[in-house]
Structures are given as C-alpha cells and as structure tokens.
C-alpha cells in the first residue's frame, strides 16, 4: 500500500492522531498528503452516515439501494426514509477495503444486506472479500 493509502488509514482508525495545518504545515505542500485528507474526509462522511444507522432497529429507514462495482470502482447509494434522502457514494476497490475495516460499518452494511433485494446482495457478495460475512 502506498504512503497516501497509509495517511488515510491512519487517520481513520487512529483517532489519536492529530494532522493539523498549522503543524505539519510542510507536509501539506505534498500532493500525497493532500490527496489523502481529500480520501479521509470522504470516507470519514460515508463512516459517519452508516454510523448514524443503529443496529437491529426497526425504526431505521435506510435501505441499501444498490452496489454496483466495475473493474476500478464500487458504487454504494443508500436511502434514507426518516430524512427523505439519498446518498451516492462512489469509491474505489481500495477506498471500499479501508471502509469495512471499521467493524461496526460491517456490521451495519451486513444488517442492510439482510434486508436487500435478492439482486443486491448477490451483487454485494460479489464484491466482497472471500471471509465476508462471517
């Protein structure tokens, strides 16, 4: 894994860290580094949406609408009943791996692939790693 997919790991799973400007105000000027926060704000927004999603709750209106993926990338779109919306989120197979690195978005996406369509979740599997779901 290269250094930008390192920086985006790190500071999705490590909390502690700090990445300020005003710090590391150099390393900022890197593209790497700048393309990583542009990755971690992303994927930190889709972590944030499913997060919002409380296990085994009735009352949950999200549904997994669709994934979709093609050779370079996963497209995920999720609806959102309570609120009237929906999200698109299109992520590469690599973006894709570091979001069910976090637990708790596996197991919110697997209690929404349990509630998908026959057509969704075998085109979920599909795009899974071999272990998933255990």
């Known amino acids: 894994m290269d250094l930008t997919y390192k920086i985006v ?3 999705l799973r ?3 860290v700090g990445f300020s400007r005003n710090q590391n105000f150099e390393a900022y000027e890197d593209p790497r580094v700048q393309r990583a926060r542009r990755i971690f704000r992303h994927l930190r927004s889709v972590e ?3 997060l919002q999603i409380a296990p085994g709750d009735p009352e949950a209106r999200v549904e997994l609408d669709t994934v979709e993926r093609d050779e370079e990338r996963v ?3 999720l609806v959102f009943a309570n609120a009237g919306g929906r999200r698109v989120s299109i992520l590469s197979a690599k973006h894709w791996e570091l979001l069910l690195e976090n637990d708790r978005v596996t197991d919110i996406l697997r209690e929404l ?4 369509t026959t057509e969704t979740r075998e085109s979920i599997q599909a795009i899974m790693p071999a272990n998933w779901p255990d």
């Open 113 to 116: 692939l349990e509630r998908a």
């Open 9 to 11: 790991r790190r500071l």
């Open 14 to 16: 490590d909390h502690e």
């Open 75 to 77: 497209v995920i779109r």
């Open 48 to 50: 944030n949406d499913l």
